[in-house]
């Protein structure tokens, strides 16, 4: 099956930091996703990237899906202790017949000091 | 409203009962989903329902059972666990299975004893 590779695994940042995450595949998606995740809750989306090249922002995130399809990046700017915790990107692939399925990367732990 | 809810949040169950989880969304949306996710990994997807039939099983064990009885509840039947099957149960939904903006539920935190 298809493979992503998060990286990195974890980051420690001071408050006020930038932060850029990326994930990278030898398939080629037809959507990317990035989604964070707090303790005791569900993945919450918080960007989703369908066309190569795509450079999407909200608020204080950007992600881009790369040129080749293979590859997106998340960048957090101005780092503040509330985002803290696990990111993951996730890609989508036909499957065949009426099946997509996403894939999920390893995703990243986010800690943010003070 | 733009919520998936899941009960109950918390679950102990031992090997040998039966119960289920269960999944509600009002959002309108046609495809829904549910995953299992370990400590610190990503979720891992189980069923998926297309218009309330089931599209994708991804080989998960019969000891779990899904249905959907509308196409706002989606259930998750459990019997005779194993220890390892501990784990947090997502329940996420999206409008189709075509669009991927899947919206998750908080999860049911699962311990088999």
């Known amino acids: 099956g298809q493979q992503l590779n998060q990286s990195p695994q974890s980051m420690f940042i001071q408050e006020g930091e930038d932060v850029s995450m990326n994930c990278t595949s030898s398939?080629?998606?037809?959507?990317w996703l990035w989604y964070k995740q707090e303790p005791g809750e569900g993945p919450v989306l918080l960007i989703a990237l369908y066309k190569a090249g795509e450079l999407t922002s909200n608020g204080r995130l950007t992600a881009q899906f790369g040129i080749t399809r293979k590859d997106s990046f998340l960048n957090i700017s101005a780092s503040i202790p509330s985002d803290v915790g696990i990111y993951f990107c996730?890609?989508?692939?036909?499957?065949?017949?009426?099946?997509?399925?996403?894939?999920f990367g390893k995703g990243t732990l986010l800690t943010v000091n003070p | 409203d733009t919520e998936v809810t899941q009960t109950p949040k918390h679950l102990v169950m031992g090997m040998t009962n039966k119960k289920s989880l269960k999944c509600e969304q009002h959002?309108?949306?046609?495809?829904m989903y549910w995953y299992k996710q370990k400590a610190k990994k990503p979720p891992e997807l189980m069923f998926v329902y297309s218009y309330e039939k089931l599209s994708i099983n991804e080989s998960v064990p019969s000891r779990f059972s899904p249905e959907c009885p509308n196409s706002s509840l989606l259930n998750l039947h459990l019997h005779a666990l194993q220890p390892e099957d501990s784990a947090l149960y997502l329940c996420?939904?999206?409008?189709?299975?075509?669009?991927?903006?899947?919206?998750f539920g908080q999860g049911t935190r699962l311990t088999v004893v």
């Open positions: 996420a939904s999206s409008l189709g299975q075509m669009n991927t903006e899947a919206f």
């Open positions: 996730a890609g989508q692939l036909y499957s065949g017949g009426s099946n997509y399925k996403l894939t």
């Open positions: 959002m309108g949306h046609r495809a």
């Open positions: 398939s080629i998606f037809n959507t």
